[in-house]
Structure formats: structure tokens, C-alpha cells
T-cell receptor, first 113, second 118 residues
Framework: KQEVTQIPAALSVPEGENLVLNCSFT??????LQWFRQDPGKGLTSLLL?????REQTSGRLNASLDKSSGRSTLYIAASQPGDSATYLC????????????FGAGTRLFVKA | GAGVSQSPRYKVAKRGQDVALRCDPI?????LFWYQQALGQGPEFLTY????????KSGLPSDRFFAERPEGSVSTLKIQRTQQEDSAVYLC????????????????FGPGTRLLVL
């Protein structure tokens, strides 16, 4: 059974700092991996999607990497801003188990001005 | 519409009541997903539709949960005889493609319905 773990559970950093969020998954047979952002009381917003054949994706100040063999992904946020404060969720779609999307519990990020 | 919408945004039900939660996906999106999100946790998959066909309902926690999408657009998640453990945020998402393609594409989420069962 696929399990997704995110570390740390919470993170507080000063504005301008570069930071890394970690995601690990137990079954490397994945179709893709996505990073989402969730603001309080709102739905999820897709940030980056990495197909299983890819190693990384970039969008603005965000860079996500994928290492299938080790079951790990990282989300790198450069020059963090207070507006980046949110919960960041990692999700994988497996090649088995009916193509369910399996989410981690998320990392709650707070960027201090 | 421009995005996925859900209604109601908040629902308070007494234990034992039936509730119906509505999802309006992005127009033209073939795939539709329902998730349940408990406080402090990530969303958990409930069910998946490709147009009007419910291809995966393995995440529905009990036979009290029922979902439909009769015309391949709007979807309704119904919970019968609600229990306190059903209290959660119910999220709906849609994606453009269907089948394997739909699963692999970006999912667009609605704001969710927060259900509280007393």
C-alpha cells in the first residue's frame, strides 16, 4: 500500500530564506507526483506536476525534483515571501491500486515578514 | 464557470440525517474526483468518475456514501445516516482528460464543503 510522508510537518522561516520541503513515498511504481498548495479554508492549487519519466519541474521561484528509485521528492522555494505561507501537499498517483491519488499530510509553512 | 464550485460551503447536520453535497466541475472536464479531508490531514480519495461512469469507488468508507454524476457534468456526493466521524471537508476536483490521461493530469480543486455532524 502506497504511503506518502512529508517532513517537516511545520516550518517557520524569515522572509527571504530559501527552503526545502521533503516528500517520501513507499512504492516507486508511480505515474506522477504533484505538489499542491492549500490556503486555510480553501481548496488545493496545483503548483507543479512531475511525470514519472521526469527528474524535475520548475515554475518561477519553485523547483520540484523527483527521485523515483529512492522514493523521494523535494520542493525548493527560493527567496520565500510572506505570501508563500500555506500548507504544501505532495501527492502521488500509483501504477497500481486503481490510480488513486495518495496525499501526504502536508507541511505547514509560515514565512515571517 | 472559471473553476470548480461546490455547494454548500458549510453544512451542519444532526447525527442520522442525510446530506447531499454538490460539485460543479470545470466545463468540459471529463474526470471528476471526490476526496475527504480530515483536520490536519491530506485529502483521502473517495471516488472517481470518467464522464458519467463511476470507475473507482474503492475509497468510499461505507455503504452510507453514494456518489453520482448522471449527465457527466455535475456530481453529487450523498451521505446517508450521517455519523460524527463523517465530519470533514469534502473536496471535489476535475481534470480535462479521461482514463489514464485524466488521472495523470493536473487536478483543479473546488473550495470544499465543510461538514459538521453533531
Amino acid at each position: 500500500k502506497q504511503e506518502v510522508t512529508q517532513i517537516p510537518a511545520a516550518l517557520s522561516v524569515p522572509e527571504g530564506e530559501n527552503l526545502v520541503l521533503n516528500c517520501s513515498f513507499t512504492d516507486s511504481a508511480i505515474y506522477n507526483l504533484q505538489w499542491f498548495r492549500q490556503d486555510p479554508g480553501k481548496g488545493l492549487t496545483s503548483l507543479l506536476l512531475i511525470q514519472s519519466s521526469q527528474r524535475e519541474q520548475t515554475s518561477g521561484r519553485l523547483n520540484a525534483s523527483l527521485d523515483k528509485s529512492s522514493g523521494r521528492s523535494t520542493l525548493y522555494i527560493a527567496a520565500s515571501q510572506p505570501g508563500d505561507s500555506a500548507t504544501y501537499l505532495c501527492a502521488v498517483i500509483g501504477l497500481t491500486g486503481g490510480f488513486k491519488t495518495i496525499f501526504g499530510a502536508g507541511t505547514r509553512l509560515f514565512v515571517k515578514a | 464557470g472559471a473553476g470548480v464550485s461546490q455547494s454548500p460551503r458549510y453544512k451542519v447536520a444532526k447525527r442520522g440525517q442525510d446530506v447531499a453535497l454538490r460539485c460543479d466541475p470545470i466545463s468540459g472536464h471529463v474526470s471528476l474526483f471526490w476526496y475527504q479531508q480530515a483536520l490536519g490531514q491530506g485529502p483521502e480519495f473517495l471516488t472517481y468518475f470518467q464522464n458519467e461512469a463511476q470507475l473507482d469507488k474503492s475509497g468510499l468508507p461505507s455503504d452510507r456514501f453514494f456518489a453520482e454524476r448522471p449527465e457527466g457534468s455535475v456530481s453529487t456526493l450523498k451521505i446517508q445516516r450521517t455519523q460524527q466521524e463523517d465530519s470533514a471537508v469534502y473536496l471535489c476536483a476535475s481534470s480535462l482528460g479521461g482514463g489514464r490521461q485524466g488521472w495523470g493530469e493536473t487536478q483543479y480543486f473546488g473550495p470544499g464543503t465543510r461538514l459538521l455532524v453533531l
